[in-house]
Every structure is written in structure tokens, then in C-alpha cells.
């Protein structure tokens, strides 16, 4: 038997190009271990165009926003189900001297293009402490990533085109120009296996720079904003009153556990802003796959041309995915460049 391309990992990055490549016409089995943690599993699903407290650009994000969100609602429309919410971000000013500052940055028209021209502060006011007033980040939003990777499994299931265990590279038999998995032949198998490649003997040498994060879910009765807010941390409205609060970034400790640490600093930080109560009633950990230069790791293994890997996603696997699964997907089919900053042929003297 004979297939095109076996993804390796169901996180959102495997989802994503198993996705595209699905909607090109190949031939494709998406692979998953649930008994191994995601990154996906706990993430927020934020995307944000500007990060940090200098409202940096995102990288590529002129390029990146208009894909994103016309490529998670076009699954939406061709599925018939809702994993997408587009909303804006909210960030209160913490003094006069942040709302000038804020006001400054946003003359650059760079910048000026995903702020809103004015914020409805008010209408924050009953539940977030915003004195001097506050920003709004347009083409933003959140991917309900557990619905999401719920959905592409179920639509890869009903295929049966999904296996549920994992694959190593032990597996593998690997050709020039052909890998074999069982009793099939596939054309290309590309790892989509989040931090795990550190231990996949294949991509291990990837200079990855992994990030721990922790995020927590809390009942807040009446609490009713529908965008995001975020100051220090984020306040993400699931549903009414129900909100997720997140996250905390840790280079150390790279394990799955939930620390008291990591609930303290969250809660420290969402007192300043949330005026009202709020119960916990989870809080989980994650492994963000970050790498040293802060770009995506994308291409085809210097040695073995039929295996590749698209992650290295970072803090950012939501944005970031779909338009490099797009441009990984015709640089596969269609001989067309890869983005030369995400390609691992940047690492190969290493
Ligand atoms: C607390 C926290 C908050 C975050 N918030 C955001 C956010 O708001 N927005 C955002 O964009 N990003 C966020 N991130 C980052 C985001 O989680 C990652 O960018 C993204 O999930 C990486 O996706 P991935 O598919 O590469 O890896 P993962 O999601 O880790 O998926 C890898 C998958 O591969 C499977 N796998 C691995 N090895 C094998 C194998 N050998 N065989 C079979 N299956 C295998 C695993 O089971 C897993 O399902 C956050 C991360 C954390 C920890």
C-alpha cells in the first residue's frame, strides 16, 4: 500500500498541515499518542498581532493575521463548527506615563493598524481596574484548540485515515525517496511532535529552547466581557463567567507539573486588574516547543529527504501555524521556497 504523507503528532501543528495537505488531494494518515502530554492540550489559543509591553509586531504578522483567520473560518464554514473567536484585546494603561507612551507607538502606522481607534472603557470598568483608560488590539482572538484537534481527529476517524499510538523513529524505514510505517509506503513522513523531538533521534539536534508555562481556569459569577484582557496576564473569557488566566514562563523545571509557584504569580497578577471574585477550579502545565532564535522549525532532514518536521512554534502555534503549513505545503508539492528564516537548513552547520 502506498500514501502520501504520515503526520507525526495531533497537536495544533500537525492538525493544521494534515489539514492543508488533506484539502491539496494527498493522501493523508495523521498519527497521535494521547498517552504523551501537548502543548496544545493547555494552551490558551491567543492570537495576538502585538506582544509585550512594547507592543512589538509579531513576527510576520501583516502576513500572518489575514491567513489565520481566514483559514480557521473557512474550516469552520466547510465543517459547520465554531473553534474560532475573534476578539480584541483589551490592555488597561497601568499610569499616565504607560498611556503616553502606548499613544506615542501607535503613531507608527505599523503599529496603528491593529489598534482600534478609540476603546470603550466603560464598558470594562465594573469588572477590571482601568483608570487611565486602555488599548484595544484588533485582528486578535482565540482558537479553542481542544475543540479544534477534536474536530480534525474526527475528520481524519471518519476517513480512517488516524492512528492512535506512537511512532518513533525505530519504526521507520527510511529510503531516499520513500518511508515505510507497517505495511505502507509513504511518499513523506513530516514529525509534528511539539518539544518530544528533542527526544526523536531524527530532529534531536535541533537547537530547541523549550518554555514552561502554566495557566489557570476560574469561575468568576457575572463576569460578562467578551474580549480579552490582558495586563501582566491575560483574562480569557470562555464563557460567561467562566475565565482562563495565564500564563507563566519558565526556562527551568521543564516538567508537566503545576507548581504553587505558578498559581501564586498568576493570582499576585490577576488581583491587580480583576475587581471582582473569582474561584479556581484548574490550573494546568505545559512545555511551550521554543527554540533559541524564536523561529519555527520547518524542512527536510539534511540526510534523509523523505522525513521532515514543522514545529519549533513556540508561544505562538496558533498564528504561526496555518500560513507556514501553507507555504510548507508548496514547497513539498509545488518545489516553491521555503520562508529561509524558519527553515532548518539554518541549522544544519550546527
Ligand atoms: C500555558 C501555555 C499557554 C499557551 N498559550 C498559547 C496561546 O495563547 N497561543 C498560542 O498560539 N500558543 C500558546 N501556547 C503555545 C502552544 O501551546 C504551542 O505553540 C503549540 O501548542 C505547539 O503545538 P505543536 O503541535 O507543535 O505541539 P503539541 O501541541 O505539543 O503537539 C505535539 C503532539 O505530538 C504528539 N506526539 C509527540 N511524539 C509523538 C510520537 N512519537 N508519536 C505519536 N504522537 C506523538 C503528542 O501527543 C502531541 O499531541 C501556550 C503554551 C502553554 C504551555
Redesign the pocket.
Known amino acids: 500500500m502506498t500514501a502520501d504523507f504520515l503526520i507525526?503528532?495531533?497537536?495544533?501543528?500537525?492538525s493544521v498541515l494534515a489539514w492543508i495537505l488533506d484539502q491539496r488531494g494527498c493522501s493523508v494518515i495523521l498519527?497521535?499518542?494521547?498517552n504523551?502530554?501537548?502543548?496544545?492540550?493547555?494552551?490558551?489559543?491567543?492570537?495576538n498581532p502585538l506582544t509585550g509591553r512594547k507592543l512589538v509586531r509579531t513576527w510576520k504578522a501583516d502576513e500572518l493575521f489575514p491567513f489565520l483567520h481566514q483559514f480557521y473560518s473557512g474550516i469552520e464554514q466547510t465543517l459547520g463548527v465554531r473553534f474560532f473567536h475573534p476578539k480584541t484585546i483589551y490592555r488597561p494603561f497601568r499610569s499616565v506615563r504607560e498611556q503616553t507612551d502606548y499613544l506615542a507607538l501607535t503613531a507608527d502606522p505599523a503599529i496603528r493598524q491593529y489598534v482600534s481607534e478609540s476603546a470603550d472603557n466603560q464598558s470594562y470598568s465594573q469588572f477590571i481596574q482601568n483608570p487611565f483608560g486602555g488599548l484595544e488590539v484588533t485582528q486578535a482572538g482565540?482558537l479553542d484548540l481542544t475543540e479544534f484537534v477534536r474536530v480534525i481527529k474526527g475528520y481524519f476517524v471518519r476517513k480512517n485515515q488516524y492512528f492512535e499510538?506512537?511512532?518513533?523513529a525505530d519504526d521507520l524505514h527510511i529510503k531516499a525517496d520513500k518511508v515505510g510505517w507497517k505495511d505502507i509506503d509513504f511518499t513523506k513522513v513530516i514529525f509534528?511532535?511539539?518539544?518530544?523531538s528533542r527526544e526523536n533521534p531524527l530532529f534531536n539536534w535541533l537547537p530547541y529552547n523549550p518554555v514552561?508555562?502554566?495557566?489557570l481556569t476560574a469561575i468568576a459569577e457575572g463576569y460578562s466581557i467578551k474580549n480579552i484582557v490582558n495586563q501582566g496576564v491575560f483574562i480569557l473569557p470562555v464563557r460567561e463567567g467562566l475565565i482562563r488566566i495565564?500564563?507563566t514562563y519558565s526556562w527551568h523545571d521543564l516538567d508537566w507539573q503545576t507548581t504553587d509557584d505558578g498559581r501564586s504569580f498568576l493570582e499576585s497578577k490577576v488581583r491587580e486588574i480583576l475587581k471582582i471574585p473569582y474561584q479556581i477550579v484548574n490550573q494546568?502545565?505545559?512545555?511551550?516547543?521554543s527554540t533559541k532564535d524564536r523561529r519555527p522549525f520547518i524542512g527536510l532532514h539534511p540526510e534523509h529527504p523523505a522525513v521532515g518536521i514543522f514545529?519549533g512554534?513556540?508561544?505562538?502555534?496558533?498564528?504561526l501555524a496555518p500560513y507556514l503549513a501553507e507555504q510548507f505545503s508548496r514547497y513539498l508539492l509545488d518545489g516553491e521556497d521555503l520562508e529561509s528564516e524558519a527553515n532548518i537548513s539554518r541549522c544544519v552547520s550546527l
Open positions: 507525526v503528532g495531533q497537536g495544533v501543528a500537525g498519527a497521535d499518542d494521547p504523551l502530554p501537548s502543548a496544545s492540550a493547555v494552551a490558551a489559543g491567543i492570537v482565540w499510538g506512537r511512532i518513533t509534528c511532535d511539539g518539544v518530544q514552561k508555562g502554566q495557566i495565564g500564563a494546568q502545565a505545559g512545555i511551550r516547543p514545529g512554534m513556540g508561544t505562538k502555534g496558533v498564528s
